[in-house]
């Protein structure tokens, strides 16, 4: 069975957050199975990994967008080493820029994605069997290929919608209908929600089949998509949840090439000990107190807004008994109050910015990881903590509900009801008796290291859905 993975993201070569991971992880998993064949296909991007690779262009062409004609170039990575083929689509003006997101015409930018890749599919002679459509960026897809003529030798290809945030659609006004590639226009409904083209929708409707990254978001769905609700009640019969795996070759304290000291389950409490000192020293942080951390973006959907309360009032309320750092970037707002935090409390580090080196430095050297999430589809940071012995404290909600169990009913985190900062400093508290208990702290480690977040039975779950 051949499967082409479409995303706009894909570790590691272009990486904003979580759907990089999965993308990088999957098709590598599956290509263990004997008889499968996972690639993935992304848009060319001005970025290291493109330029320290070797790529042999193996299609060149052309799509009409509106009046435009745009060029095309597929182009093969060659090393073999990321353990499934990568494809890169470089239309110029478009799909060449130094990142994936945040860009004035990206609803262009993501049309040309979708209608350059059917185009090179349509001239294939051997074609995959399945697309595989990560979020709305490629949620027209479906639909293209069902009433585009231009593309009608794709019709049958069976193609799989996931949903890794919902919270995101990409709806668009219906003068940018221009620059689909020409439909019927009876089928017009497909795209259209609310008055709009929205691609999620589209992809919903058109898609063999849905997943959500965890059984507990694809549940929260039905109730919660931004105005989706009714239409997954819908097409129920079509949806799924499969929660992420991590990519366990890559997150790995014995062998992690971002750590200055590795170690495993036997050897975690001198190896977090000295992975912490490090990090400590490096930001002024007294190793002695308990370590907070927080890693990603600063969205609402993480909680990021409660972020200033929750680093003002543990360290107050603890008459500074611990120690927070961040890592991330987004919100102005926030990373203005933390900035202010950050001259207030010398228990308080803050590191703005994308960084993947410091974020394995963290996981491996904190004793808590914070993930205040709102929403979150399944969240594969409190899976990175628990492999590398941090215990995660997580508000109980989609895919942290489904991997994060508290520490009350024998699971090996801390969790807590709703995203408020009282919360979240509430489960603080009980995180610091965790910590000052004599022997709790240690089994919590060992708890954690020893759950198999690993790739192998998602993968089967996948490989279920491409077959039905
Ligand atoms: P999301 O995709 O919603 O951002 P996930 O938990 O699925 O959330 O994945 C986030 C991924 O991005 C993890 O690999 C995390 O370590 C990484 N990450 C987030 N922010 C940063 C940052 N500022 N620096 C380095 N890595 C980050
Ligand atoms: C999204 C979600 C996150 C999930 C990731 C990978 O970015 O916000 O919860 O882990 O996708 O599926």
């Not at 820029?97 to 051997?126: C, N, T, V």
């Not at 996931?162 to 919270?167: A, D, L």
Request: charged share 20%.
């Amino acid at each position: 069975m051949r499967i082409l993975n479409l995303s706009m993201e894909c570790y590691p070569v272009a990486k904003v957050g979580g759907l990089a991971d999965v993308v990088g992880a999957l098709p590598k998993y599956l290509n263990r199975i004997d008889g499968v064949e996972s690639a993935v296909i992304m848009p060319w991007y001005n970025k290291p990994f493109v330029h320290q690779h070797q790529f042999e262009t193996v299609f060149t062409g052309f799509i009409r967008q509106k009046n435009q004609l745009l060029e095309i170039e597929i182009s093969k990575e060659q090393s073999q080493l990321l353990g499934f083929d990568l494809y890169l689509i470089k239309i110029p003006g478009l799909l060449d820029r130094d990142q994936p997101y945040g860009y004035w015409d990206e609803s262009q930018q993501f049309l040309a994605f979708q209608h350059g890749i059917l185009h090179w599919l349509s001239e294939m002679k051997i074609r995959p069997d399945v697309l595989h459509c990560h979020d709305y960026h490629t949620g027209l897809v479906p639909f293209m290929i069902e009433n585009c003529p231009e593309f009608s030798f794709l019709k049958g290809i069976k193609t799989i919608g996931t949903i890794h945030n919902g919270e995101y659609q990409g709806d668009m006004s219906w003068e940018m209908a221009d620059y689909l590639p020409w439909f019927e226009g009876g089928n017009w409904g497909l795209l259209d929600w609310n008055g709009r083209i929205n691609p999620l929708a589209a992809m919903l409707k058109c898609c063999h089949a849905f997943n959500a990254v965890s059984k507990g978001y694809m549940t929260e769905l039905f109730d919660q998509l931004r105005g989706l609700e009714s239409l997954v009640q819908h097409e129920h019969r079509k949806a799924f949840g499969i929660l992420n795996g991590i990519d366990t070759g890559v997150w790995n304290p014995e062998t992690d090439h971002y750590l200055d000291f590795h170690y495993n389950k036997e050897t975690a409490s001198e190896g977090k000990r000295k992975n912490k000192a490090a990090l400590c020293a490096a930001y002024g942080l007294d190793p002695k107190l308990p370590l907070f951390s927080f890693i990603g973006r600063f969205a609402g959907e993480k909680g990021a807004d409660l972020l200033p309360e929750i680093v003002a009032n543990s360290i107050r309320e603890t008459f500074g008994g611990l120690n927070v750092m961040i890592l991330g970037s987004g919100d102005q707002d926030v990373e203005n109050q933390l900035l202010h935090l950050n001259q207030v409390f010398s228990n308080f580090a803050l590191d703005l910015g994308y960084k993947e080196d410091l974020s394995h430095k963290i996981y491996a050297g904190s004793d808590f990881l914070l993930m205040p999430s709102r929403v979150e589809p399944c969240g594969l940071n409190q899976m990175y903590a628990m492999r590398y012995g941090t215990v995660p404290i997580v508000r109980y909600t989609g895919g942290l509900r489904d991997t994060v169990r508290d520490v009350s009913v024998g699971g090996g985190g801390v969790t807590f009801g709703s995203a408020t900062a009282n919360d979240a400093v509430h489960a603080m508290h009980r995180a610091m008796h965790i910590y000052n208990h004599d022997g709790l702290m240690g089994q919590l480690v060992q708890t954690n290291m020893s759950y198999d977040f690993s790739w192998e039975k998602s993968a089967m779950e996948y490989l279920k859905l491409y077959a039905d």
